[in-house]
């Protein structure tokens, strides 16, 4: 089975830059997403398609996608970033979809 | 307004069967697929499986494939969820999730879950 690897926990300062990686087995070849999911609420789609943007999120999230890794950049992290984050891709071959863990963000 | 409605927390005992609804609006339902993922306490997010309203076609993830049924009523506009054989494992939210298009294998719409909770 396909494995996404995300960091448990990041922590960084108001301002600065965030970012979360998702690894996986060649995960250059496949299309990543991501998604934000605050406490008590749904998973929101921030990112697709590697590094597209649905309407209405703010251009300081941003997704790149080579080799092993994915990453999730969040620029000028504000307090309101704070979250839950989890990359997906679809598994052709297997027909599936996997999550990466999770990574909680956390705004010092 | 686009939204996917979702039916209200259940409680059920272990070896009991779920069944959780996911009624979309305000779009066309047979055009994009339904997924189910469940998240368990404190716990990430999981994929169950999916449905195509249009000819319902099912694809289950491995771990579901005994266990779960996947359903939808076009007339009605709703996806359904049969968890079968309940464990207290089993206890988490489920929800449910709009693909976002044909070879576009993310979900651009959820609905804001359902809590199963498998007590005895």
């Known amino acids: 089975s396909y494995v996404l690897t995300q960091p448990p926990s990041v922590s960084v300062a108001p301002g600065k830059t965030a970012n979360i990686t998702c690894g996986g087995n060649?995960?250059?070849?496949?299309?990543v997403h991501w998604y934000q999911q605050k406490p008590g609420r749904a998973p929101v789609l921030f990112i697709y398609d590697d590094s597209d943007r649905p309407s209405g999120i703010p251009e300081r999230f941003s997704g790149s996608n080579s080799g092993n890794t994915a990453a999730l950049t969040i620029s000028r992290v504000e307090a309101g970033d704070e979250a839950d984050y989890y990359c997906q891709v679809w598994v052709t071959g297997y027909d599936s979809v996997v999550f990466g863990g999770g990574t909680k963000l956390t705004v010092l | 307004q686009v939204q996917l409605v979702q039916s209200g927390a259940e409680v059920k005992k272990p070896g009991a069967s779920v069944k959780v609804s996911c009624r979309a609006s305000?779009?066309?339902?047979?055009?994009?697929?339904i997924s189910w993922v469940r998240q368990a306490p404190g716990q990430g997010l999981e994929w169950m499986g999916w449905?195509?309203?249009?000819?319902?076609?099912?694809t289950s993830a491995k771990n579901y494939q005994a266990r779960v049924t996947m359903t939808t009523d076009t007339s009605t506009r709703t996806a359904y969820m049969e968890l079968r054989n309940l464990r207290f494992d089993d206890t988490a939210v489920y929800y449910c999730?709009?693909?976002?298009?044909?070879?576009?294998?993310?979900?651009?719409?959820w609905g804001r879950g359902t809590l199963v909770t498998v007590s005895s």
């Open positions: 060649k995960i250059g070849n496949k299309r």
């Open positions: 449905i195509r309203p249009y000819d319902g076609k099912t």
């Open positions: 305000s779009y066309t339902f047979s055009s994009q697929g």
């Open positions: 999730a709009r693909i976002a298009a044909v070879d576009h294998w993310y979900f651009d719409l």
